[in-house]
């Protein structure tokens, strides 16, 4: 039976590679997902030991301290017996950065310092060298490829709320930040940007000396943390991979999404090669096959099936691994991960493609062998139509009823673990009644295409149609993906939707800036740089602080001088006055929001001696267009890096930058579902194709032309394209109205925004795909002459 199986799978092959595609694709994620996160892992451990590379034992504090102390500290720790050179240590985050002429380099930049000591520095540079003096600064390669900047080139840097620093490159590093660039400036001029002392202090060991005995030595010295390299190295490498386990889950979650899209291809492809077989497995029942031992062969032939679409899936998710990097960059993801195959990695790959055929294949194989030998040797040999059962209805009813009540409930009781409940008993109590419901939907959408399309396409109607458990499993795959994809999408626009209001309740001017890491800090001198624009109007400067006294979150925002608005919680009525930092304020009016109070950039600016700059608007001069005002704006700006200009539509894109880029990932990854419901409408239609030689056959015979016969099949896959993918997207409405009724965003629910032009591209790209999938099946169809189908066996 085994022999006989491999034999009829190799006679079959195009039906046997049919089989296999979905798993390929399935297999193809998970065994990416996995050989990308072990590169992740081990490029991410190589860069934390890279990172301590000359440090043998670091200092922490575990506060900001004075300047002073920070010297006083860095003294005794050099005075410990065994320190050879110690130096303060600098990571700053999220600076500014621009070319000399003011073009803004965008990104999360890192400024890291190079210590006077060469025995103490773990950065090297590659072009020219690292910087030894003020003013030089040392850039990592890839930005400098992409920024076109060059050695002699000169730099701005400005941290949050401070003005720039002009600086020469002097060397190139290939070390670089993940997010922006990496800069390397001398120690001072880290301290200078930075505006406090550092923390941290790294020293090298004496000869003789190790790391573990010189760090003991330190802790008792100088009474703060010392750790020697091999648990800096230790822990550096373990939060790595616990990062590369992140992405792992997350990634692995989308693997199982695509494995289940393909057991449902799989079992479908099963339960129609095992009706056209009906003949064949009759013969070897009279011939003294047994059940069991048929059973079997069908579990071997798709156990064959599924390894030889692990090892394509394993070979396919090795160039998925290397596109992985760009797809996740917008989640941190860093450049240049290779992929790192390992035995457990082919080993799962192959077991997970296997298994999910097999287990895919047990239902088809049970039922299509359960056919007694005489029948299944009739003219009839194609699969029944079976009526669903009354225990399927009902169940199906119940639990669908179940999963809408839990949705529903879920807006109540504002728990997203509910919503989540109810979306799988709704996704079960649908998925048990799509026999019924799939095949009512598609007589609805194929009406207005019968209209159209005369009798040609109300005969692919009624193929669509002839069997519902077929077309319901073809179509589900389709819908649970469609479902995914749809409810990010809504979610995500519907998300958008507070930050667009935010920006108009925010904006009041034609202009916002603000600096570019979202500190909310802005130089002082950059208001005057402003007003020094002729084609710049009124400027309104938004400063904050914080009194002591009344516990008062202090900005700008009151009608006049020596006036104040306050929240509620400040237990004064308008008309009254309150005191804020030893000054007294007639309250103007009561604002909505918690411990804050409103008063005049005048009033701030007098009363605290360095309030921050938050942001700033901006008006065009009387008669200036916006577009010069905005020049002169950016011109202003030239000469601060963490500075960005912004018009309503650019601040509301900023606000939801974050949210896009995750949509985007995740639409991407979703999307392989997708593709694997439509490989499914593709499968069944070329099995189908098979199964109806005769049929197509006759009909040609008695007038349907090969144009005809085209037509008909294409109309099959897009009816069941369009149904499915309406279901889903109805499906999706309905699980998006259930989250955003059941969470807030800013103080206030979220209200269900249609995206219809995302919508519409997701019903196109179905449309599309489905019609690309009718062209292989329709040239099967007309490619046999009309005599040799009709003799054709199916």
Request: one cysteine or more.
């Amino acid at each position: 039976m085994v022999g006989l199986t491999l034999r009829t799978a190799r006679a079959h092959l195009t039906r046997s590679l049919l089989s296999s595609l979905a798993v390929v694709l399935g297999v193809a994620f998970v065994a990416g997902s996995l050989m990308f996160t072990d590169g992740l892992a081990q490029a991410m451990t190589g860069r934390a030991a890279e990172q301590y590379r000359a440090v043998d034992v670091e200092v922490t504090s575990g506060e900001t301290a004075a300047s002073s102390e920070t010297d006083d500290m860095l003294d005794r720790v050099r005075a410990v017996d065994g320190v050879r050179a110690a130096d303060t240590a600098w990571t700053l985050y999220s600076v500014g950065l621009a070319a000399a002429d003011g073009r803004k380099v965008g990104g999360d930049h890192r400024v890291v310092g190079v210590p006077a000591d060469p025995a103490l520095r773990s950065l090297t540079a590659g072009p020219g060298r690292l910087p030894s003096a003020s003013g030089e600064v040392a850039l990592d390669e890839r930005t400098a490829d992409r920024e076109n900047l060059r050695i002699g080139d000169q730099l701005l840097i400005s941290n949050s709320g401070q003005e720039a620093r002009r600086y020469t490159v002097v060397g190139l590093t290939a070390a670089g930040a993940d997010a922006g660039a990496l800069l390397a400036l001398t120690t001072a001029d880290v301290e200078a940007i930075a505006g406090w002392p550092s923390t941290t202090i790294i020293v090298d060991a004496a000869p003789g000396v190790t790391d573990e005995e010189l760090a003991a030595r330190i802790a008792a010295a100088v009474g703060a943390q010392a750790l020697p390299h091999d648990e800096l190295v230790r822990q550096a490498r373990d939060a790595a991979v616990g990062d590369a386990e992140t992405f792992r889950n997350g990634l692995i979650g989308f693997g199982v999404i695509a494995v289940c899209m393909a057991a449902f291809v799989i079992a479908n492809t099963f339960t129609i090669l095992l009706a056209q077989r009906t003949r064949e497995t009759a013969l070897l029942r009279l011939i003294g096959a047994t059940r069991r031992q048929v059973f079997r062969s069908v579990l071997v032939e798709a156990a064959v099936i599924g390894l030889g679409g692990s090892v394509l899936g394993l070979g396919g998710g090795f160039l998925l691994a290397y596109g992985l990097p760009s797809a996740l960059s917008a989640l941190g993801v860093p450049a240049g991960v290779a992929p790192v195959l390992t035995v457990r990695t082919a080993m799962v790959a192959l077991a997970v493609g296997a298994g999910v055929t097999v287990v895919s294949a047990l239902l088809p194989a049970r039922r299509g062998t359960a056919v007694p030998p005489v029948a299944a040797l009739s003219d009839a040999a194609v699969q029944v139509a079976r009526a669903t059962g009354r225990a399927r209805r009902i169940g199906g009813t119940a639990i669908f009823a179940a999963g809408l009540a839990g949705l529903f409930a879920a807006t109540a009781v504002h728990q997203i673990a509910v919503v989540i409940g109810g979306t799988l008993l709704t996704v079960t109590g649908f998925l048990l009644l799509s026999p019924i419901v799939v095949p009512a939907l598609v007589r609805i959408v194929a009406r207005p295409l019968g209209a159209l399309g005369g009798a040609t396409v109300s005969l692919a109607l009624l193929n669509a149609v002839r069997n519902p458990r077929r077309i319901a499993t073809t179509t589900n795959a389709l819908v649970v993906g469609v479902t995914l994809v749809g409810t990010f999408t809504l979610i995500a626009r519907s998300a958008e939707a507070p930050a667009e209001r935010r920006a108009d309740e925010k904006m009041f001017a034609q202009f916002l800036i603000s600096d570019s890491a979202g500190l909310g800090a802005l130089s002082p001198a950059l208001i005057d740089a402003l007003r020094r624009q002729p084609e710049i109007g009124a400027v309104h400067p938004d400063y904050q602080a914080f009194d002591n006294d009344t516990g008062l979150e202090i900005h700008t925002g009151a009608p006049r001088p020596g006036t104040a608005v306050v929240t509620a919680d400040a237990d004064v009525a308008a008309g009254g006055t309150i005191k804020i930092n030893g000054r007294t304020f007639e309250v103007a009016s009561i604002a909505p929001g918690t411990r804050t109070a409103w008063l005049t950039p005048e009033d701030i600016t007098a009363m605290f001696e360095t309030p921050w700059l938050a942001d700033v608007q901006a008006d065009p001069a009387a008669g200036v267009s916006t577009g010069n005002a905005r020049t002169a704006i950016d011109r202003a700006l030239a000469a601060f890096p963490a500075a960005v200009a912004y018009d309503r539509d650019e601040y509301a894109e900023r606000l939801n930058a974050s949210l896009n880029e995750a949509l985007g990932v995740v639409t991407a990854l979703l999307a392989l579902a997708v593709l694997i419901a439509l490989v499914g409408v593709a499968n069944t239609l070329t099995l189908s194709v098979v199964e109806r030689t005769r049929e197509n056959a006759l009909l040609r015979a008695i007038g349907l032309t090969r144009r005809q016969l085209r037509l008909t099949l294409a109309t099959e896959a897009l009816v069941m394209a369009l149904t499915g993918t309406l279901i889903g997207v109805a499906v999706s409405v309905a699980i998006t109205l259930s989250a955003l009724g059941s969470v807030e965003m800013h103080g206030s629910g979220l209200a269900l925004t249609m995206p219809w032009d995302r919508l519409g591209v997701l019903l196109a790209v179905a449309a599309l795909v489905s019609l690309t999938a009718s062209i292989l099946p329709a040239r099967r169809a007309v490619r046999l002459p009309t005599a040799e189908n009709l003799a054709a066996d199916g």
